[in-house]
Nanobody, 117 residues
Framework: QVQLVESGGGLVQAGGSLRLSCAAS????????MGWYRQAPGKQRELVAT???????KYADSVKGRFTISRDNAKNTVYVQMNSLKPEDTAVYYC???????????WGQGTQVTVSS
């Protein structure tokens, strides 16, 4: 089993920055994909960014140039630095880890990010 614990959410004004962290523990293989997704009220959960254990990244168009995903493989931790935040970035942000062959993977409990205008 895999456990994911997120931290770093909060309330910030538009134009501000936040950094989210997610620490993974349990039966983690060295090869995996970690990432962040978000869900705003009344909307479906959507991809924010992912990063492979080899460092390949993928971003949603809406966050490109503003968010940066990174990871520390030694700590099994993934981060997302969120800059130039907008009110539309307000959502619950979820950490995700996929092992080889998995399409859904494991989810964290979520952390609230609120951007005020």
């Amino acid at each position: 089993q895999v456990q994911l614990v997120e931290s770093g959410g909060g309330l910030v004004q538009a134009g501000g920055s936040l950094r989210l962290s997610c620490a993974a523990s349990g039966s983690i293989f060295s090869i995996n994909v970690m990432g962040w997704y978000r869900q705003a009220p009344g909307k479906q959960r959507e991809l924010v960014a992912t990063i492979t254990s080899g460092g390949t990244t993928k971003y949603a168009d809406s966050v490109k140039g503003r968010f940066t995903i990174s990871r520390d493989n030694a700590k099994n931790t993934v981060y997302v630095q969120m800059n130039s935040l907008k009110p539309e970035d307000t959502a619950v942000y979820y950490c995700n880890l996929k092992l080889p062959g998995q399409t859904v993977g494991y989810w964290g409990q979520g952390t609230q990010v609120t951007v005020s205008s």
